[in-house]
T-cell receptor, first 114, second 111 residues
């Protein structure tokens, strides 16, 4: 009964490809997030969704597009992958919005772009 | 960059000793949170302290917050080998729409 799950765990792909990472939470939370952690372990917020609406969109390239079919799912689609996209991507969720509550993180997806 | 700074970057101690990590940040905050990340795993929430609180405890963890100095500390008492991990602080802004992680402290507890 994993709270926040992500698939796949590992993703290796060629430059220029399009890929998606899926995220699901079974906590009944209203807000979900995507984070990127680079090779130096720096974590940066990418997107936040509250009740299927995008409420924060940090300055990430528009090749990244979050899609939320319902409030339990927030998928990340990446077009035209670049070498610099290699990182670990974490999904998270929280009951409240605005970063005022505890966030629960998924196990991460390690993306390697060759 | 708005990212917080953590000090030290790396800390190695013997089992049973206490470990103290510090976090400094730059902007006014609503809350500050501490997370643990084991190697190759996701982040696990440890403690959330709000801007009007000065100290909080949870088991062997003690967190302090000094908003005048824009700093926080995490103390782990009687450390165990299982505490080996990276520890991150994260700050939520007053506006409610910004969240920044610190640079992390890598803690190694030697059995």
């Amino acid at each position: 009964d994993t709270a926040v799950s992500q698939t796949p765990k590992y993703l290796v792909t060629q430059m220029g490809n399009d890929k998606s990472i899926k995220c699901e939470q079974n906590l009944g939370h209203d807000t979900m997030y995507w984070y990127k952690q680079d090779s130096k372990k720096f974590l940066k917020i990418m997107f936040s969704y509250n009740n299927k609406e995008l409420i924060i969109n940090e300055t990430v390239p528009n090749r990244f597009s979050p899609k939320s079919p319902d409030k339990a799912h927030l998928n990340l689609h990446i077009n035209s992958l670049e070498l610099g996209d290699s990182a670990v991507y974490f999904c998270a969720s929280s009951g409240g919005q605005g970063f005022t509550d505890t966030q629960y993180f998924g196990p991460g997806t390690r993306l390697t772009v060759l | 960059s708005q990212q917080g700074e953590e000090d030290p970057q790396a800390l190695s101690i013997q089992e049973g000793e206490n470990a103290t990590m510090n976090c400094s940040y730059k902007t006014s905050i609503n809350n500050l949170q501490w997370y643990r990340q084991n190697s190759g795993r996701g982040l696990v929430h440890l403690i959330l302290i709000r801007s009007n609180e000065r100290e909080k405890h949870s088991g062997r963890l003690r967190v302090t917050l000094d908003t005048s100095k824009k700093s926080s500390s995490l103390l782990i008492t009687a450390s165990r080998a299982a505490d080996t991990a990276s520890y991150f602080c994260a700050t939520g802004s007053n506006t409610g729409n910004q969240f920044y992680f610190g640079t992390g402290t890598s803690l190694t507890v030697i059995p």
